[in-house]
């Protein structure tokens, strides 16, 4: 079983900033991609950034610039630095992990989720 637990949320003016961080733990053999999606009221959950196991990113056209995504591979965290926050950033946020597992001499991936933690810009 795996887990991925995040912290880090909360609420922040306009144009300030806040650290998402994002660990896994549980029977884990690697972890490949990671990533931020997030959900605001009324839509639908969209990718914000994402990060291979080798460190590069992909970021949504609507953070680029502004919010930079990172991992700790020997901690099983990724991390997601936003900057410059807009009330359109409101939304919760989940961590997803590629996690790689044996069970006994068979190898398994799957795709595991947060609980999502509130991230509200408002003045």
């Known amino acids: 079983q795996v887990q991925l637990v995040e912290s880090g949320g909360g609420l922040v003016q306009p144009g300030g900033s806040l650290r998402l961080s994002c660990a896994a733990s549980?029977?884990?053999?690697?972890?490949?991609?990671m990533g931020w999606c997030r959900q605001a009221p009324g839509k639908q959950r969209e990718l914000v950034a994402a990060?291979?196991?080798?460190?590069?990113?992909n970021y949504a056209d609507s953070v680029k610039g502004r919010f930079t995504i990172s991992r700790d591979n020997a901690k099983n965290t990724v991390y997601l630095q936003m900057n410059s926050l807009k009330p359109e950033d409101t939304a919760v946020y989940y961590c997803n992990a590629s996690v790689g597992y044996y069970r006994g001499t068979n190898y398994y991936e799957n795709d595991y989720w947060g609980q999502g933690t509130q991230v509200t810009v408002s003045s």
């Open positions: 990060i291979t196991s080798g460190g590069s990113p």
């Open positions: 549980g029977s884990i053999f690697s972890i490949n991609g």
